[in-house]
């Protein structure tokens, strides 16, 4: 949900009642203002102005038991001794306070990418690399997050798109049930695990819930944490709350926390959720989606885009396209279709590359300042600077053969040479990108036009191809195209994450159970783990 523990509105009532409570009672007569202020007594034109109400800290209702009391501290030692703290010890290193009043969400990611030991990849503060709340800006802008906090697809985004591997479900979803919510506590706080260093056979997991404070009787509504551990006697999980400025870590009821994501998020209308977060063992991915316009993926109503309207506008455009032909000239329509599609204001995301060199710069990677900082790196940054590009070119390569192949297959059945006509992307003869070839500013621009194109069409979920080509003659060579395992290797883990973000950065309706039940966060593909949970 849109979090923050605020209350704009209160604070205006009372600072409206105090004006006028507090003024001076010449200020209603008529006369100009030197007169009003002179009929006044010098100590009551001295008297103090009033400020808005303020708190320190909100005491902490039942049924949520502080952990530093005496009753907290018994649960802690006892799980701590039957092995249900797993994982704590590392977040308790890294528990933060949220910077903002809504930054709940921001701030409960900084704690556990840093807890994950996730490389941002770009500086903090002179020469270290951390993350801070003002560096998650890739999906919803920073300054909105302020005011409004942030929505649970929008985080699951943000978490993706910084490196951590994302496993999300809402309470609302048939894999979201009170059973797989307590499975995945007692999985997240059992681990085995100690220090970063010492990650041999698994890496840290850490679950974070989207909730509602209503259901344990705290003032506001939406708000995001951490687990830090479980007590299995008394069914009790520990919230580590970033909102330390108004309550401490506390214990509630299992069940009582399920409760409190089963509430309706009033501006998603659905229900919170529940995600487990691990470090991904590879660089994060390259490509990423975001909203166009880079603000939020809206219709022409200025609603939210739903998945489900987002599918059948894709079903009833390639599906009527495929419909033209057989063969393999109904797939070249299709796909023709597909792309015309992306690039049009009926898709309401797009595709975006990532920075190859991380590292704040300050005028590209060649000349200038920047020339002179790279003689200042140390070797291995050195190393990783250009480790990094080669990446990033090896994606964009990535793109091209795979658009050379689809060029080369989808062609009319009476066979020949691939023509302008039957060329959907026309990469496949362009030169392989090189580190020298790609110029000083190495950025989302670097992408052509092109290669967005091939990246958004791999960005479309299969379920959404099924439900516009199953039947067809045109659906078993699209499947055999397009299917993630059947890519470059090089290629399957970015488009596996860019399917994983379609449904982050597309709000789910209420038609979803109708039009889109498939295309839900659980079951969309998710950026693989090394180890399943």
């Not at 939210?304 to 033209?324: D, K, L």
């Not at 290669?451 to 099924?466: D, N, Y």
Request: glycine share 8%.
């Amino acid at each position: 949900s849109r979090s923050g523990d605020f209350s704009a509105a209160l604070i205006s009532v009372f600072v409206f009642r105090n004006f006028h409570a507090c003024r001076p009672p010449s200020f209603a007569l008529t006369g100009s203002p030197h007169e009003s202020m002179a009929a006044q007594s010098p100590a009551l034109l001295m008297a103090p102005v009033l400020s808005p109400k303020t708190f320190h800290r909100r005491k902490l209702p039942a049924p949520a038991i502080e952990f530093s009391s005496k009753e907290g501290q018994r649960l802690f030692a006892q799980a701590l001794a039957t092995g249900t703290m797993g994982g704590f010890f590392r977040l308790i290193e890294q528990f933060h306070t949220q910077d903002e009043p809504a930054f709940c969400g921001l701030g409960t990611l900084t704690m556990v990418l840093n807890a994950l030991n996730v490389d941002p990849g770009k500086t903090w503060k002179g020469p270290w690399r951390w993350f801070h709340e003002e560096m998650l800006d890739c999906c919803e802008p920073i300054d909105q997050v302020k005011q409004t906090g942030i929505i649970w697809p929008k985080w699951l985004c943000l978490a993706r798109c910084n490196g951590a591997y994302v496993d999300a479900r809402r309470a609302d979803e048939p894999d979201g049930t009170l059973e797989h919510f307590r499975r995945l506590v007692k999985q997240a706080t059992t681990q085995d695990i100690g220090c970063a260093a010492e990650e041999t056979a698994g890496s840290l997991k850490v679950l974070v819930c989207s909730y509602s404070r209503k259901q344990f009787l705290q003032t506001g509504d939406g708000h995001y944490s951490p687990i830090g551990g479980y007590h299995s006697e008394k069914d009790l999980v520990l919230i580590l709350d970033v909102a330390r400025f108004k309550h401490p870590p506390h214990w509630v009821p299992l069940e009582e926390m399920y409760k409190s994501m089963q509430r309706q998020d009033p501006d998603t209308k659905r229900s919170r959720g529940f995600a487990v977060l691990s470090s991904s063992h590879v660089d994060s991915a390259w490509l990423s989606l975001i909203a166009k316009c880079g603000l939020a993926a809206d219709n022409a109503h200025g609603e939210s885009a739903t998945i489900a309207e987002v599918q059948s506008a894709f079903v009833r455009t390639v599906g009527c396209a495929c419909c033209a032909g057989g063969g393999a000239a109904a797939a070249c329509e299709a796909l023709r279709a597909a792309v015309e599609f992306c690039s049009s204001p009926e898709m309401p995301v797009t595709v975006v590359a990532h920075d190859a060199c991380r590292h704040e710069r300050t005028k590209g990677c060649c000349g200038g300042e920047a020339e002179s900082k790279r003689r200042e790196l140390e070797g291995d940054e050195l190393e990783r600077e250009e480790r990094e590009t080669q990446a990033r070119l090896d994606v964009f390569n990535g793109l091209r053969e795979v658009a050379d192949s689809l060029d080369r297959c989808l062609m009319h059945e009476n066979g020949g040479a691939v023509g302008t006509r039957d060329c959907c992307f026309c990469l496949g003869k362009a030169p392989l990108r090189t580190p020298s070839a790609a110029g000083a500013q190495l950025g989302a621009e670097e992408m052509t036009a092109q290669e967005r194109k091939v990246a958004q069409v791999l960005a479309v979920p299969m379920c959404m191809w099924e439900d516009a080509l199953a039947g067809t003659d045109g659906w078993p060579l699209i499947e055999g195209l397009l299917k993630k395992e059947n890519l470059p290797a090089g290629m399957q883990r970015e488009v596996e994450a860019l399917r994983a973000q379609f449904s982050d950065l597309l709000t789910a309706g209420t038609s979803r159970v109708a039009a889109g039940a498939n295309l839900t966060v659980g079951s969309l593909a998710t950026v693989p783990r090394k180890h399943s949970t």
